[in-house]
């Protein structure tokens, strides 16, 4: 791939987050992490309370918009209420590397340690954003797991064909789809099919670590973008048969109550506003001439 395509790809990946590649997120300047309305109290009691729901789903995944804080909060609270319960086998991560953990860490560990055994990278994924849920899980003893192909993989997942036959044929092209969108319909279609194998890839990677973090009767808590925890599309496609999740939307909206859906979520949760901000005019401005 020519260096000014890979600039395009990683840049484009914060456009759409149903399909992001790689985390371009806004930081979330504040470093407030209370609940500071009762509105937003409400709805975090209601939702973990439904995340520690008995029998608990041996996953639950939390798909997040990467530039909304309120979703970056609801990921410390449901930590909490996961670890509170001493119900979280471990907290699974997108924003690290596959086989990066703090499993070796004490609950005391500083922050400095667990970004360092997490290789965090914080041009990527702010730390003032994600640190908060993670350091939770540290402090309660559980271990924080990177689940994301490593990115030295992704040029093998590129050329790797057998990856178009891990999701039905409508899918595919839905993801083909989304892969387009996500990259504002500006991503040569000659990339199309190899970019779409790398988020095959990942959620791969992201469902084998689940898979192997499970705990009889505990919970592993999975954090990422929406396009991941799609049930048609991302990791619930590559879990074992048989294994219990709840995949839960989180998307921009006015606050209001979880509502069951029969599509690719089980449940859909309004949190938080979107900045005004449209990444695809922003970068269409600014891109390189290919």
Not at 149 to 160: F, G, I, S
Not at 162 to 175: C, E, M, S
Not at 179 to 201: F, K, N, Y
């Amino acid at each position: 791939m020519a260096a000014p395509l890979l600039r395009l790809t990683r840049c484009f990946a914060a456009v759409v987050l149903v399909a992001s590649l790689c985390a371009c997120a806004l930081p979330n300047t504040s470093g407030d992490f209370s609940v500071n309305t009762a509105t937003t109290a409400a709805a975090l009691t209601t939702l973990t309370s439904q995340l520690t729901q008995q029998p608990p789903s041996q996953v639950i995944l939390l798909g997040e918009q990467h530039d909304i804080p309120e979703h970056q909060r609801l990921h410390h609270s449901a930590v909490l209420a996961l670890s509170g319960k001493h119900q979280l086998a471990a907290l699974a991560i997108e924003m690290a590397e596959q086989g990066q953990t703090t499993g070796s860490l004490p609950p005391s560990a500083d922050e400095a340690a667990v970004r360092a055994v997490l290789n965090w990278d914080t041009d990527a994924w702010p730390w003032v954003a994600y640190g908060p849920a993670v350091m939770a899980a540290v402090r309660a003893g559980v271990p924080v797991l990177g689940a994301n192909l490593a990115r030295a993989q992704w040029r093998d997942a590129m050329q790797d064909t057998t990856l178009d036959a891990q999701l039905p044929a409508p899918a595919l092209l839905d993801q083909q789809q989304a892969i387009r969108t996500g990259h504002c319909d500006l991503l040569p279609e000659s990339q199309v099919a190899p970019m779409t194998r790398i988020q095959i890839a990942r959620d791969r990677a992201m469902a084998s670590t689940i898979k192997n973090a499970a705990q009889p009767g505990k919970t592993v808590l999975l954090l990422a973008g929406h396009g991941h925890v799609n049930r048609a599309l991302g990791v619930p496609q590559h879990l074992p048969p048989g294994f219990t999740s709840q995949a839960i939307l989180l998307e921009a909206a006015t606050l209001s109550s979880p509502s069951k859906s029969n599509g690719p979520f089980d449940t859909t949760w309004s949190l938080g506003t979107a900045p005004p901000t449209d990444y695809c005019a922003e970068f269409t401005a600014s891109r390189p001439r290919l």
